[in-house]
Nanobody
Framework: QVQLVESGGGLVQAGGSLRLSCAAS????????MGWYRQAPGKQRELVAS???????NYANSVKSRFTISRDNAKNTVYLQMNSLKPEDTAVYYC???????????WGQGTQVTVSS
């Protein structure tokens, strides 16, 4: 069974930074795309950033220039560097992995990010 282990969430002040990590149970090459979603209370879950095995990245407009997604293939880990955090970034952040050949989608347990004013 696929397992995604997240870490790095917490409470920070506006303007601060956090680095989220998502460690996969196997080689991240087995996933066509990995990324981060977030969900705030009462809101729909949204894609924050993603990266494919080929290195192509996508970002939500609200986080462009502030967040950076990256991967370390040797560590089977995907990161989300979050800078210049804003209160509206407050949400539960979920790691996601996709295996397109079997239409598989996998989720981490979620980690809380809270940005104070």
């Amino acid at each position: 069974q696929v397992q995604l282990v997240e870490s790095g969430g917490g409470l920070v002040q506006a303007g601060g930074s956090l680095r989220l990590s998502c460690a996969a149970s196997g080689s991240i090459f087995s996933f066509n795309r990995m990324g981060w979603y977030r969900q705030a209370p009462g809101k729909q879950r949204e894609l924050v950033a993603s990266i494919t095995t080929g290195g192509s990245t996508n970002y939500a407009n609200s986080v462009k220039s502030r967040f950076t997604i990256s991967r370390d293939n040797a560590k089977n880990t995907v990161y989300l560097q979050m800078n210049s955090l804003k209160p509206e970034d407050t949400a539960v952040y979920y790691c996601n992995a996709e295996r397109w050949s079997i239409d598989g989608r996998y989720w981490g347990q979620g980690t809380q990010v809270t940005v104070s004013s």
